[in-house]
């Protein structure tokens, strides 16, 4: 055998496995999803389908449902940008206090910060939904407590969802703070007394130095964080027990599921879920073009 | 003290503060679930504060282990799960070097499909695969949901891995080459011991993901023989009276050695996803 195919042969056998593996579960679903959303299929016509063009897509944006895609899409795009707002504020802001020279204990603040990411989501979800129990939950307790009126949190439509989005960033902000503390730890030590030397002010360092530097690392972490947040059907489902009151609180993602596994509306489901990938791929591509992030993915 | 001392000392001080605040923040909601799990049962929707309550008891777990089906649920949950894992860094650890050193046809477009998977809302596989298994009489079977989790698992593995060995030199295999090690054994016995850290880091989201998932299994998993920890913990909240007791100490065994093994390996983290999933 030639080295080179030799060569040729390894290669080969690393990379055909996990190939073969994502064309069966991933391209073959994803195919099908795309014959399903441009079919009748539902509840009824399970095996008898037939393709009927693009009328699931028509009905996405025209039909109206109480509460339509419009509503909907508003909402998720609140709960993207509030989430990821908190999510990186937070995280960068931790990072760099975290990250003072001053400061004893780092690894021990440091573990007890990441505890919301390593507890499972479900768990988070469940536990805070305790939480925001109108009678024993310990989040009307303390506001009592600090002489604040109780919230009735899971009752009304907005409350229910800014209890979901307090669970999210309560989850998400340690993910954030990692990616940060690493980028700061690279930054490079005599940049700041360089600055320091020539009188620059904390925020001038900021502005010069930190968010520039970091600012690498932490796009392709915003544009990840964004599709997970917009994505994220667990908190929202779980935390309103499916949407409740009276399905007020959906993102795209978790009316889809209702739509496809509580009202098995199978081609419009998979209708649904083409165009918020749809949404997701014209974000990233436009995000990560603007920011030039991966510039040497390749 | 001179006005810049001061200064600092002010600084010092108030991070501490924050820092302590959100710490305080951080536990809260996992000091409350241990809270309720040990809260006897007359007690279960008392209204106190503290941590530690009253009469503390660990019925709840006893109730855990001999009424419930937590067991099995764990059992069926460690199956698909060290399955899953096992399946996605084998996988993702082989995969990831083709694609880090070698060049290939189709190489940039398997790559960015894969990171477009990534945009998937969760629907977008686990409706057609739902329909699938449905006609195969799939649905209710281990296979059906290892699929499903390696699905949503792999194509994020394999590009953390690349990533993490793109940032081995190259020179070392070379040496390796020199000393006269065929490609294979540059890759195992060079290349795969420095690339640990990423191992362990792809293993734990691997794990992680599926250990406590409870939207896929949900719809696939439905004898509940079969039930995996999450859906078995959510039966314990439904909505006319939740087993609190119950759902708490199912939630501390079922957190703990997620947390204990997410925080003993959490140094790696910094470079496994720094390098792996996020500069990738």
């Known amino acids: ?22 064309l069966g ?97 479900l768990i988070v979800a469940l536990t805070w939904r305790g939480m925001f129990n109108y009678e024993y939950g310990s989040i009307n307790q303390l506001l009592t407590k600090a002489g604040l009126p109780a919230v009735e949190w899971l009752r009304g439509p907005t409350e229910a969802f800014i209890a979901a989005i307090i669970t999210n960033v309560w989850l998400g902000f340690p993910f954030m703070m990692v990616i940060a503390l690493g980028a700061l730890q690279s930054i490079p030590h005599d940049l700041y007394e360089a600055a320091e030397i020539d009188g620059a002010s904390w925020h001038h360092k900021l502005r010069a130095i930190t968010i520039p530097l970091i600012k690498p690392v932490m796009v392709p972490a915003i544009t990840l964080g964004t599709i997970w947040t917009f994505n994220n059907l667990n908190i929202i489902w779980l935390v309103s027990n499916a949407g409740e009151p009276s399905d007020n609180t959906h993102i795209l993602v978790s009316f889809v599921y209702k739509a496809a596994f509580n009202f098995y509306r199978y081609g419009y489901g998979a209708a649904l879920s083409m165009i918020i990938f749809f949404i997701l791929l014209a974000f990233s591509w436009v995000f990560m073009r603007r920011t030039k992030a991966t510039e040497a993915v390749y | 003290m001179s006005k810049s001392m001061l200064k600092k000392y002010l600084r010092v001080t108030a991070s501490y503060a924050v820092l302590i605040l959100f710490c305080i923040i951080s536990i809260y909601p996992v000091s409350q679930v241990l809270t309720v799990s040990l809260r006897p049962a007359d ?92 006609n195969l009489g799939l649905i209710n079977s281990y296979l059906g949901i290892m699929v499903m989790y390696s699905a949503t698992a792999l194509p994020f593995c394999v590009w953390q891995m690349k990533g993490f060995y793109d940032t081995i030199p190259s020179s070392l295999e070379e040496a390796g080459r020199i000393d006269g090690c065929s490609q294979f054994q540059t890759f195992y016995k060079i290349v795969l011991p420095l690339a640990a850290p990423a191992l362990v880091i792809t293993a734990l989201f691997s794990f992680m993901s599926s250990w406590t998932e409870y939207v896929v299994a949900a719809q696939i998993l439905q004898d509940t023989a079969l039930w995996t920890l999450p859906i078995g913990l959510k039966s314990f909240e439904s909505n006319m009276s939740t087993e609190w007791g119950l759902y708490g100490a199912a939630s501390m065994l079922v957190t703990v050695p997620v947390v204990v093994l997410f925080l003993a390996l959490s140094r790696y983290l910094v470079s496994g996803l720094t390098l792996g999933s996020v500069k990738g």
């Open chain 1, 25 to 121: 579960v991933v391209v073959y679903p994803f195919v099908y999803n795309v014959i399903i959303s441009l079919s009748n299929m539902n509840l009824r016509h399970i095996r008898d389908w037939e393709i009927v063009g693009f009328r699931n897509y028509v009905k996405v944006f025209t039909e109206p449902s109480q509460p339509d895609f419009y509503v909907i899409f508003i909402k998720t795009v609140v709960w993207t940008v509030v989430n990821l707002f908190f999510h990186v504020v937070l995280g960068v802001f931790l990072a760099l206090v975290l990250n003072q020279k001053e400061i004893r204990g780092k690894g021990i603040f440091r573990t007890i910060l990441v505890l919301p990411w390593a507890v499972p989501q």
């Open chain 2, 43 to 134: 007690r279960l929707l008392s209204t106190s504060l503290e941590i530690i309550p009253e009469n503390a008891t660990l019925s709840n777990y006893t109730n855990l282990f001999v009424k419930t089906d937590f067991l099995l649920w764990m059992w069926n949950s460690l199956l698909i799960t060290s399955c899953v894992t096992l399946t996605g860094v084998l996988l993702a650890a082989t995969a990831g070097y083709g694609f880090s050193r070698y060049k290939f046809i189709g190489k940039k477009a398997a790559m960015q499909s894969m990171l477009v998977t990534q945009m998937f809302p969760a629907t977008m596989l686990l409706l057609p695969m739902y329909i699938m298994l449905v």
């Open chain 1, 1 to 22: 055998m030639s080295p080179s195919f030799r060569q040729r042969l390894f290669v080969f056998f690393l990379v055909t496995p996990a190939l073969i593996i994502l």
